[in-house]
C-alpha cells in the first residue's frame, strides 16, 4: 500500500474510532505528522487527560500507554507496538523501591515518569525532566529517594544543591542507554566541527558532559531553546527522533548530533503499517489490575497537581 493511501485509511479509521493520536518525538517523522498531538512525556500525559476521545492511542513505548491509562480509566488505551518498551524503565521495581523504605523509613519516593506502573504503585510522586526540578523543591522529607534514572537525579541534584543541602537525596542507579552513552570526546569532537553551535542536552545525559552544554533541558525545552536563540546552528544531544520537529519549528536553522547512534530502538519500531493495524484491529488495548491502577495512579495525580 502506498503511503498516501494508508494515510488516508489511517485517518478515515481515526474518525470512526473516534480515536485521539498521541506520539513522542522520538519516533518517526511519519507518525509524528498524522499524530493529533506530538510532545515529551509531561506534555502527553497532561494531554491525555483533557482530551474529550474516548480512545486514545499512543505512539510511544509501553509506559507511556499505562501513564494514559492510569490517568484514564475509562478511556481505551492502546499501544501502537506492545513490544516498545523502555529498558530504563526495567531497571527498577516495586522490590527494589521497598528495599530502600525498609532503610529509610521516611522516604519519599520520586520516581521517572519512565517506569513501569508496577514501579508507580510503590511511589510517591512521579516526575518528568520537564518538571522535575518545581516537583522536588517542593518535597519536605529528609530523605529523598530519585529513581530509575541515575543521570536525571544527578541533574536535579545538582540544580537544587541548596534546596536538597540538609536532605538526603538517594540515587537509583538507571539510565537511558541513549543519553549515557554520550561521552565528552563526541560532544567536544562536534564543536570543533560546528564552534558556533551552541550544545543543547538533555538532563538523561552522562554528567561527564554537563559543561560542555549550553544549555541542559527536557525535549520540549530543547525546541524551545533552539527556537527562540538568536544563533542559528545547534549540536543537539539527545535522541535523533527530535530532528523531525526541531526542522519545522525553525526550518531555516541547521541541528548537527555527534557521531554516536543517538536512536531508540524501541522507538523506531512503531510505524504507519502498524499504527493502522493498531486502529483497525483493536489491538494492544493497556489492561492493567485494579490494585496496581489504584496505586499507581496517585503518584501521576501528585505530579499533574504539585507542577502546576
Given at each position: 500500500?502506498?503511503?498516501?493511501?494508508?494515510?488516508?485509511?489511517?485517518?478515515?479509521?481515526?474518525?470512526?474510532?473516534?480515536?485521539?493520536?498521541?506520539?513522542?518525538?522520538?519516533?518517526?517523522?511519519?507518525?509524528?505528522?498524522?499524530?493529533?498531538?506530538?510532545?515529551?512525556?509531561?506534555?502527553?500525559?497532561?494531554?491525555?487527560?483533557?482530551?474529550?476521545?474516548?480512545?486514545?492511542?499512543?505512539?510511544?513505548?509501553?509506559?507511556?500507554?499505562?501513564?494514559?491509562?492510569?490517568?484514564?480509566?475509562?478511556?481505551?488505551?492502546?499501544?501502537?507496538?506492545?513490544?516498545?518498551?523502555?529498558?530504563?524503565?526495567?531497571?527498577?521495581?516495586?522490590?527494589?523501591?521497598?528495599?530502600?523504605?525498609?532503610?529509610?523509613?521516611?522516604?519519599?519516593?520520586?520516581?521517572?515518569?519512565?517506569?513501569?506502573?508496577?514501579?508507580?504503585?510503590?511511589?510517591?510522586?512521579?516526575?518528568?525532566?520537564?518538571?522535575?526540578?518545581?516537583?522536588?523543591?517542593?518535597?519536605?522529607?529528609?530523605?529523598?529517594?530519585?529513581?530509575?534514572?541515575?543521570?536525571l537525579g544527578t541533574y536535579i541534584k545538582s540544580q537544587l544543591e541548596e534546596d536538597l543541602k540538609d536532605k538526603n537525596?538517594?540515587?537509583?542507579?538507571?539510565?537511558?542507554?541513549?543519553?549515557?552513552?554520550?561521552?565528552?570526546?563526541?560532544?567536544?569532537?562536534?564543536?570543533?566541527?560546528?564552534?558556533?553551535?551552541?550544545?543543547?542536552?538533555?538532563?538523561?545525559?552522562?554528567?561527564?558532559?554537563?559543561?560542555?552544554?549550553?544549555?541542559?533541558?527536557?525535549?520540549?525545552?530543547?525546541?524551545?531553546?533552539?527556537?527562540?536563540?538568536?544563533?542559528?546552528?545547534?549540536?543537539?544531544?539527545?535522541?535523533?527522533?527530535?530532528?523531525?520537529?526541531?526542522?519545522?519549528?525553525?526550518?531555516?536553522?541547521?541541528?548537527?548530533?555527534?557521531?554516536?547512534?543517538?536512536?531508540?530502538?524501541?522507538?523506531?519500531?512503531?510505524?504507519?503499517?502498524?499504527?493502522?493495524?493498531?486502529?483497525?484491529?483493536?489491538?494492544?488495548?493497556?489492561?492493567?489490575?485494579?490494585?496496581?491502577?489504584?496505586?499507581?495512579?496517585?503518584?501521576?495525580?501528585?505530579?499533574?497537581?504539585?507542577?502546576?
Open positions: 500500500m502506498e503511503k498516501k493511501e494508508l494515510i488516508r485509511e489511517i485517518e478515515r479509521l481515526k474518525l470512526e474510532k473516534d480515536a485521539l493520536i498521541l506520539a513522542h518525538y522520538y519516533v518517526d517523522g511519519d507518525l509524528q505528522e498524522i499524530a493529533d498531538f506530538v510532545g515529551d512525556s509531561y506534555a502527553l500525559a497532561k494531554k491525555a487527560v483533557s482530551s474529550q476521545k474516548k480512545r486514545i492511542v499512543f505512539c510511544g513505548v509501553k509506559f507511556m500507554g499505562e501513564s494514559a491509562k492510569l490517568l484514564n480509566p475509562d478511556k481505551e488505551v492502546f499501544l501502537v507496538d506492545k513490544d516498545a518498551l523502555c529498558p530504563m524503565a526495567e531497571m527498577i521495581t516495586g522490590k527494589d523501591i521497598e528495599a530502600y523504605r525498609k532503610k529509610y523509613p521516611d522516604l519519599c519516593v520520586v520516581t521517572y515518569i519512565n517506569s513501569t506502573a508496577e514501579t508507580k504503585a510503590h511511589s510517591d510522586v512521579c516526575i518528568t525532566s520537564s518538571n522535575a526540578l518545581k516537583i522536588v523543591k517542593k518535597i519536605q522529607a529528609d530523605n529523598i529517594l530519585l529513581c530509575p534514572d541515575k543521570n537525596v538517594i540515587i537509583h542507579d538507571g539510565y537511558c542507554h541513549v543519553h549515557e552513552d554520550f561521552t565528552y570526546e563526541a560532544i567536544q569532537e562536534a564543536k570543533e566541527k560546528h564552534p558556533n553551535a551552541p550544545v543543547l542536552a538533555h538532563p538523561e545525559i552522562n554528567p561527564a558532559c554537563y559543561d560542555l552544554a549550553d544549555y541542559i533541558g527536557s525535549t520540549s525545552g530543547i525546541l524551545k531553546e533552539a527556537r527562540e536563540r538568536e544563533e542559528e546552528e545547534f549540536i543537539i544531544c539527545t535522541e535523533k527522533g527530535i530532528l523531525h520537529q526541531l526542522q519545522k519549528d525553525s526550518p531555516n536553522k541547521k541541528f548537527y548530533f555527534t557521531d554516536l547512534e543517538q536512536l531508540c530502538h524501541d522507538m523506531k519500531k512503531l510505524n504507519l503499517e502498524k499504527l493502522r493495524d493498531c486502529l483497525r484491529d483493536d489491538l494492544n488495548e493497556v489492561f492493567l489490575d485494579e490494585d496496581i491502577m489504584e496505586k499507581a495512579s496517585q503518584p501521576l495525580k501528585k505530579m499533574l497537581e504539585m507542577a502546576e
